[in-house]
């Protein structure tokens, strides 16, 4: 199916290429988990001849590729399982799941 193969381009090279980039870089290779990987990613600050600055254009890119992205997955069922299954699951795993939240509910005394 050519949509399974442009909805992995999209997907892995366009949303979240850092992630899923088998390179050999160093960061890349001490990072432990995708939040390490963004964090060490910084907003792009340089300025576009048009005055917009890289981020901005990197965000609008983004958000493109995402509409694009939904829009394939959602033409049937079978390709939204074919996702789901072979690109958002791996990413799902990679993702390093918090042993406790940091929510404490305020007792009943402070609610009025």
């Given at each position: 199916m050519r949509e399974n193969a442009l909805i992995n381009l999209i997907f892995k090279e366009?949303?979240?290429?850092?992630v899923f980039d088998t390179g050999s870089s160093k960061d890349k290779v001490q990072a432990d988990t995708m939040l390490e990987?963004?964090?060490?990613?910084g907003p792009r600050q340089t300025k576009y001849?048009?005055?917009?600055s890289q981020s901005t254009s990197a965000n609008e890119s983004r958000k493109a590729?995402?509409?694009?992205?939904?829009?394939?997955?959602?033409?049937?069922?079978?390709?939204?399982?074919d996702f789901l299954k072979n690109q958002l699951d791996p990413l799902m795993q990679m993702i390093?799941?918090?042993k406790q939240w940091n929510y404490q509910p305020a007792s009943s005394s402070d609610r009025i």
């Open positions: 366009f949303l979240f290429k850092s990987i963004i964090k060490k990613k001849a048009a005055g917009k590729a995402y509409d694009l992205l939904n829009n394939l997955i959602k033409k049937s069922p079978v390709i939204m399982n390093k799941k918090p």
